[in-house]
């Protein structure tokens, strides 16, 4: 793959998360003892700590938390991406994630972004990004 900068390598445990991404599907995990979920994917609840956690789908809804448009990234692949839009939303299901905005077509930038807008998950190239709800 070369030296990417934008895909985390999988391991024996992110492996899961990264082969449904790649069937288009967003999976957090969710506690079974305190019933709280959580992104990024850990091995144990950052709340309680109980290694009784498990992968579940999340729906794909979020609103937009806050962002940053990047003008400037020399690391390979973002250069040929300026601008692009990073930034953090509130999953439906609570746990807040890092993220790209995109536009409706690739390589559109998003317009009329503002905190609260509601987002709905797209992939690129098996990476979750969010782009404006229909």
């Known amino acids: 793959m070369g030296n990417r900068f934008d ?3 999988a391991d024996a445990f ?7 991404a790649a069937e288009g599907r967003l999976l957090i995990r ?3 003892a305190c019933a709280r979920t959580h992104h990024y994917p850990r091995e144990f609840c950052p709340y309680c700590w109980s290694e009784d956690v498990t992968w579940r789908d999340a729906s794909g809804r979020a609103t937009l938390y806050t962002w940053s448009v990047v003008h400037r990234n ?14 953090v939303v ?3 299901e609570g746990p807040r994630m890092s993220t790209e905005i995109v536009g409706e077509a690739a ?3 998003p317009t009329g972004l ?3 807008l509601e987002l709905a998950v797209a992939f690129r190239d ?8 229909p």
């Open 7 to 9: 895909v985390p390598e």
């Open 14 to 20: 992110t492996r899961a998360y990264w082969d449904a």
């Open 30 to 32: 969710r506690c079974g």
């Open 74 to 87: 020399d690391l390979p692949p973002f250069a040929g991406r300026t601008p692009y839009v990073a930034a």
């Open 90 to 92: 509130d999953l439906a």
């Open 107 to 109: 390589g559109e930038a």
């Open 114 to 116: 503002r905190a609260g």
């Open 126 to 133: 098996g990476v979750p990004v969010f782009r404006p709800a």
